[in-house]
């Protein structure tokens, strides 16, 4: 059964503290995998698409990686305006482009 | 970049009443739109998804349903609300070119 895990559930870093949040998943085929970040009260905003193992993309303070069986966000010298929670889905070889499996999220908390 | 509107942002309704749920998008055409669910503290989840007009295709069983009655235009419904309706949907759209699933601002439900 496919599927996706992120760990840790919340994350509380303080301002400047660099840390990563891990996503494992299982799929049959991997057609991409999506980082989202999301905000309370909104829709996840699109961070990156990860296609094959050893990819990496750079967004300001974040790194997402890609390996066989896990991606890693790496957030470099978090500030305050980065706490969300952050929202890793796959996107199956098989299914259909918008047919994402989501994990449950991390919360990260970034205190000044 | 596509920009997706949903309306209401925010509901409450009683059990037993009806429900509309808009989303439209702007900036493409021919996409693919979704419809999901999030229960508060956990992932998405995929209720409905089209790739054209009249074009359904339900991924559980449940209360709603969807229709398109325009290319840019996708509605979630139900003629019966249950307390388990309640959540935050979120309508997204995505197309094989750019391979990019991007996500509305959500409606609220509350069924009371």
């Known amino acids: 059964e496919d599927q996706v895990t992120q760990s840790p559930e919340a994350l509380r870093l303080q301002e400047g503290e660099s840390s990563s949040l891990n996503c494992s998943y299982t799929?049959?085929?991997?057609?991409?995998l999506f980082w989202y970040r999301q905000d309370p009260g909104k829709g996840p905003e699109f961070l990156f698409t990860?296609?094959?193992a050893g990819e990496e993309k750079e967004k300001e303070r974040l790194k997402a990686t890609l390996t066989k069986k896990e991606s890693f966000l790496h957030i470099t010298a978090p500030k305050p305006e980065d706490s969300a929670t952050y929202l890793c889905?796959?996107?199956?070889?098989?299914?259909?482009?918008?047919?994402?499996?989501f994990g449950q999220g991390t919360e990260l908390s970034v205190k000044p | 970049s596509q920009t997706i509107h949903q309306w209401p942002a925010t509901l409450v309704q009683p059990v037993g009443s009806p429900l509309s749920l808009e989303c439209t998008v702007e900036?493409?055409?021919?996409?693919?739109l979704y419809w999901y669910r999030q229960a508060a503290g956990r992932g998405l989840q995929l209720l409905f998804y089209?790739?054209?007009?009249?074009?359904i295709s339900s991924e559980v069983p449940q209360n709603l349903s969807a229709s398109r009655p325009q290319d840019r235009q996708f509605i979630l419904s139900s003629k019966k609300l249950l307390l388990s309706d309640s959540g935050f949907y979120l309508c997204?759209?995505?197309?094989?070119?750019?391979?990019?699933?991007?996500f509305g601002e959500g409606s609220w439900l509350t069924v009371v």
């Open positions: 089209s790739v054209g007009i009249g074009q």
């Open positions: 990860l296609y094959s």
């Open positions: 900036g493409t055409s021919n996409p693919n």
């Open positions: 997204a759209s995505h197309r094989d070119s750019g391979n990019t699933i991007y």
């Open positions: 799929v049959s085929g991997l057609r991409g």
């Open positions: 889905a796959v996107q199956p070889i098989y299914n259909q482009g918008g047919k994402l499996i």
